[in-house]
Structure formats: C-alpha cells, structure tokens
C-alpha cells in the first residue's frame, strides 16, 4: 500500500455523510410549501436514511475522483492509461462509480 499523501482536490465532487445530511435539511427547507415537491424530498430522505451506511465502515482506497472517456487511453500494449489526477484523494471506492454514473446522466 503506498504511504503518500494527497492534497484536497480543488473542486469536491464527494460529501462527507455529514454534508449530504445538511444539504437534505437544505433541500427540504427549499421546498416548503410545494406539497408535491415536500413529499418526493421526504421520501428520499426516509429511503436514504433507511439504506444509510456509514462511510467509516466502507472500504476506502486513492480513487481519481474523475472517471470519464477523455481521461482514460489505452497504453500500446492494450492496458488503460489514466489522465488527469486533480480530483485524486483518499475516499471510499464506492465514490468512483458513484462519479462516473452522475457524470454518465447528468452531464451527457
């Protein structure tokens, strides 16, 4: 296992559980008064609650925090090649896929 430290990347595309929590109370403040709109926020915030693992208990590695085509090649011999390490930091693995699939829906 490398020993190394990284530097805070300079854009935070992850949240500490305790972030995700704040901005839910945000979200939920922002709606008041859309019954509709307080209805789906609440049945998110109940069904993420329920599914909740703590981040603690989740395996943790260097992930690059920005998966996507345009940073990944393929080296002469067939093996990926990795670009472009600015969002590399120590989080869980699950954050990996959790960037690549919003960046799949959201920004194509």
Same mark, same amino acid.
């Given at each position: =296992?490398?020993?190394? !430290?990284? %530097? ?12 995700? @929590?704040?901005?839910? +109370? =945000?979200? &939920?403040?922002?709606? &008041?008064? #859309? ?11 109940? @069904? ?5 693992? +703590?981040?603690?208990?989740? %395996?943790? !590695?260097?992930?690059?925090? #920005? ?7 393929? !080296? %002469? ?6 670009? #472009? ?10 954050? &990996? ?9 959201? +920004? !194509?």
């Amino acid at each position: =296992m490398l020993n190394l !430290q990284l %530097p805070l990347p300079m854009v935070a595309t992850y949240a500490t559980p305790s972030t995700l @929590r704040r901005w839910l +109370a =945000m979200a &939920e403040s922002e709606v &008041e008064g #859309d019954r509709e709109a307080t209805q789906i926020v609440n049945h998110l915030v109940r @069904r993420l609650e329920r599914h909740w693992v +703590a981040s603690s208990a989740l %395996p943790a !590695q260097i992930v690059h925090g #920005d998966i996507k085509l345009s940073n990944v090649g393929l !080296q %002469p011999a067939g093996s990926p090649l990795f670009l #472009d390490f600015g969002f590399a930091a120590c989080r869980t693995r699950v954050h &990996e896929l959790a960037y690549a699939l919003a960046f799949m829906v959201i +920004a !194509q």
